[in-house]
């Protein structure tokens, strides 16, 4: 085959090598428009496991790239006059220019054809139109691609850039791991990323905000009036050391922004060859996780492979870019998920973390940015910094663990809130059960929330409980508006007191618009309405929640609440509190999430007001802070109050995470103690971005940004997940709903799956204990050992 690489980057070097060894009859050109020596940048950022996939492919490449490798295990953060290092992350650092070199050289060796200084595409022609003769060109020409913006139409890019500023600097300061440096300036934080990768040299990136780098007027600096902004702002650093551009030859400024590239469509037929993009022309991911040539040179590796699966056919080569596209593209979306939350979670440190998280705390969160690393692969890298964040975490949560001691993991720490301290991290979502009989809780509610007391968990909530009749969303939720069903609560709390050392909640709320339903498993299933005994509707306006059923006589539309509703509401709700109080209850949690009530006041997908209830978010509140003041007033000072919001409603112009911070606010200035941090649910038109921990950004940002005690909940399903959330401050307390569900010990279970083995279980159960424990250890010792990669 004749194969043309338009540009000579990792990617199109390291393509054509590898077809050329693989297939010498093979004709490969590399068409490249710099001179050989002449590139931007500095080092480059591999990891370990990269270099394993080097070595398979042409050890003798790899035997180079490794000779010229700058191998380093340690992260060291510089924040707050504090220096915390930790190890074992694996990386490896090379300079861009002895890579190309390298990659360069076994080219020319192995045959294939360099052509430097040589520009593909004229203004009219598209690059890869002056390669007619060839059956497959590789557009391998970067980020900014002029193969792939020529045929738009084909590949369908969707490229979205970033706001935080950055400049790629260098500098012949030794830094032996890799460093992050912070500094707080007048106008906000800047952070620069620091890694060595050859003996004399670092890269040395400058990145902040937009509106800090507008600030200090930046916009304005030359690239020398930058670099010596730079060189001030970290002098306390530098020791002396100039920063370095190499960057000056570059139009405009210096100060980049991050473009993330995705294609819809990889490759195509122009008509006479085969058309393929590849490395930074297809996809790109942000420095901070710094992945861009290792995603280069594995799309090189995977392509290559595929093709000489194939025999080396030009005839092959449909069906060979189609699976090409469709195996990376699984790597790289992963890839590229991991690197958005890296690179947000540098985008917003200066407002969301940097005031808030001492030391050690910020460590852990940048360490775990990317949501890749868990608490326990934390530990593989490095036991003995875990360990020491481990001690430092419990002291703060008030435990006494001595120097030599290992003390509990973050989700086994005490949690103080008024007067109530719970014994771990771990609450029990509350769970509908749609199993009461007139309101009353029963036999079943008194099995299924002592069950899960007695399972590990530090709070037990009860499920939503109506404040009358008419709020019950089916006729089978229980309620606390009469004294009988008080009674029939009282008898579960103390089963809960008396047997477990758990602490029991009750979650209080008002059906609204979503009342007067099936159960899930009755009729016509959830949210749709009772074949028959459907009870009038209450709501901010008259907004049905599954806008194309039929107006059921006394049904499914609401009738917008008058002041004299909202009176008798907020009332109900403060008579189901004292009830709740009186029978005994720790913890009281306010409903105002997933389209209830409450919910459809906030949220103006549901509130049409026009009166002093209704239109901006402080009007949309304040009907729900009303309750809630009132609430509080009723529920003992001692006793803990939480509220559950819907934290975005994941509908256009529904509640943002933005709203979320704003409610918050306004939830805690009236008496909350804590947000519990749910999503969704208020309108059936709703596209959640479900995945793992989804639901956790917001509870993160909350309590960062709105300053109060936050519950993480939703897709939590591991003591690794627990352990990372609350380690890195992103929440509080976590709320486990399926998995408790599943298995009503599930918090046992985890601490035994983890081999934390400390953890009291009920003194009948305890026979249990040591067999589940040591049939963990006995797995934790079969399993392969995890494999690290970059942060
Ligand atoms: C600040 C910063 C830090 C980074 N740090 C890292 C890191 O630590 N680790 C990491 O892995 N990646 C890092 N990257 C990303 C990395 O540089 C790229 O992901 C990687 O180089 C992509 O390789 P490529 O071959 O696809 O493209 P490139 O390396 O961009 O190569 C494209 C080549 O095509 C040439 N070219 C373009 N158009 C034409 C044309 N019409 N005719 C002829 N030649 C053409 C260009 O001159 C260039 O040489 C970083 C990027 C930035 C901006
Ligand atoms: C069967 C069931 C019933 C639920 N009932 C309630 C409820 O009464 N009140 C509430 O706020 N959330 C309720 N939820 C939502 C859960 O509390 C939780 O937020 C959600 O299931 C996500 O957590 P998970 O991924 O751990 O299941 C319910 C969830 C389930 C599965």
């Known amino acids: 085959m004749k194969i043309v690489c338009i540009g000579g980057g990792p990617a199109g070097l390291y393509f054509g090598l590898l077809m050329k060894l693989r297939h010498p009859a093979h004709q490969v050109t590399v068409v490249e428009r710099n001179q050989p020596y002449d590139t931007f940048g500095w080092g480059v950022v591999f990891s370990d496991a990269t270099m394993d996939n080097m070595r398979r492919c042409d050890p003798v490449t790899a035997a180079e790239v490794e000779q010229a490798f700058n191998h380093w295990d340690d992260i060291e953060l510089h924040f707050k006059g504090q220096v915390i290092r930790s190890g074992g992350h694996g990386f490896v650092g090379i300079g861009r220019k002895r890579l190309l070199n390298i990659l360069q050289a076994r080219c020319e060796a192995l045959g294939v054809e360099l052509v430097f200084e040589c520009e593909a595409g004229s203004s009219d022609q598209a690059p890869d139109a002056d390669y007619p003769e060839a059956d497959l060109v590789i557009a391998s020409d970067g980020i900014n691609s ?6 738009a139409d084909v590949f369908r890019p969707d490229i979205v850039t970033r706001p935080n500023r950055f400049i790629w600097l260098g500098t012949r300061r030794q830094y032996d791991a890799f460093t992050f440096l912070f500094e707080k300036t007048a106008h906000g934080w800047f952070q620069a990323h620091v890694y060595k990768f050859d003996a004399h040299t670092s890269t040395f990136i400058v990145e902040c905000p937009e509106s800090v780098w507008l600030a200090h007027g930046l916009d304005q600096a030359t690239t020398d009036e930058s670099i010596a902004f730079c060189e001030r702002l970290f002098a306390g650093n530098l020791q002396g050391e100039p920063l370095l551009s190499n960057a000056r030859h570059l139009r405009g400024s210096a100060w980049l922004n991050f473009q993330r590239v995705t294609c819809a469509q990889w490759s195509f037929f122009n008509g006479r060859s085969q058309v393929v993009l590849m490395g930074d022309a297809v996809h790109t991911a942000h420095f901070a996780i710094g992945s861009g040539t290792k995603l280069a040179i594995e799309d090189a590796i995977e392509l290559a492979g595929l093709l000489h699966a194939a025999g080396h056919r030009a005839q092959a080569l449909p069906e060979v870019l189609q699976r090409y596209q469709a195996l990376r593209n699984i790597d790289v979306l992963r890839l590229q998920n991991a690197a958005w939350n890296a690179m947000a979670w540098f985008e917003v440190c200066g407002e969301r973390y940097c005031d808030q998280l001492d030391g050690p705390q910020f460590m852990y969160s940048m360490l775990t940015r990317s949501q890749r690393i868990s608490h326990e692969n934390l530990r593989l890298r490095d036991a003995a910094w875990l360990g020491g964040f481990e001690r430092w975490f419990a002291r703060r949560a008030g435990l006494a663990v001595a120097d030599d001691q290992p003390a509990p993991p973050p989700m086994f720490t005490p949690y103080t809130v008024r007067g109530l301290t ?12 749609y199993m009461a009989v007139d309101g009353l809780p029963g036999d079943w509610h008194l099995m299924h929330l002592g069950a899960r007391a007695l399972g590990g968990a530090a709070l037990v909530m009860a499920e939503m409980t109506c404040t009358s009749a008419d709020a019950r969303i089916t006729p089978g939720c229980p309620g606390l508006w009469t004294d009988a069903q008080r009674d029939a609560w009282a008898r579960i709390v103390r089963f809960v007191h008396a047997e477990s050392d758990a602490a029991i909640g009750m979650q209080i709320g008002h059906a609204g618009p979503k009342g007067s339903t099936n159960a899930p498993w009755d009729g016509a299933g959830a949210d749709q309405p009772l074949a028959a005994g459907n009870w009038p509707l209450l709501a901010a306006s008259a907004v049905p929640y599954l806008p194309d059923l039929p107006d059921l006589s006394g049904g499914q539309v609401p009738r917008a609440m008058t002041e004299a509703d909202m009176q ?16 005994g209850f720790d913890w009281l ?7 209830y009530l409450l919910s459809a006041f906030l949220s103006p997908l549901t509130n049409r007001r026009s009166d002093a209830y209704g239109g901006s978010l402080q009007n949309r509140l304040r009907y729900p802070l009303q309750v809630l003041a009132a609430v509080r007033a009723a529920w003992p000072a001692e006793r803990p109050l939480s509220v559950r919001i819907s934290a975005h409603d994941w509908v256009d112009g529904g ?13 805690r200035a009236a008496g909350a103690d804590m947000i519990d941090c749910s999503s969704g649910q208020v309108s059936a038109a709703q596209k959640p971005g479900y995945g793992r921990m989804y639901q956790v950004p917001f509870a993160d940002r909350i309590r960062q940004e709105a300053g109060i005690a936050t519950i993480a909940v939703g897709a939590i399903s591991e003591a690794d997940h627990v352990n990372s959330i609350i380690a890195a401050g992103r929440a509080d307390l976590c709320a486990i709903a399926r998995p408790h569900l599943a298995n009503p010990a599930w918090t046992l279970t985890e601490a035994a799956r983890i081999g934390y083995t400390p953890v009291a279980w009920p003194p009948p159960y305890r026979a249990a204990q040591s067999q589940l424990q040591a049939g963990f250890a006995r797995d934790r010792a079969a399993a392969a050992p995890a494999k690290v990669e970059p942060a």
């Open 146 to 151: 002029r193969v792939r913006s020529a045929h």
């Open 422 to 433: 719970l014994k771990n991290r771990v609450v029990v979502s509350p769970m509908a059960q």
């Open 568 to 583: 008798q509401v907020l009332a109900d709700h403060v008579a189901a509190t004292r009830r709740a109080a009186d029978a």
């Open 589 to 595: 949690e306010l409903h105002c999430a997933h389209g």
């Open 655 to 667: 509640t943002t995470p933005d709203d979320a911070v704003a409610m918050a606010r306004a939830f």
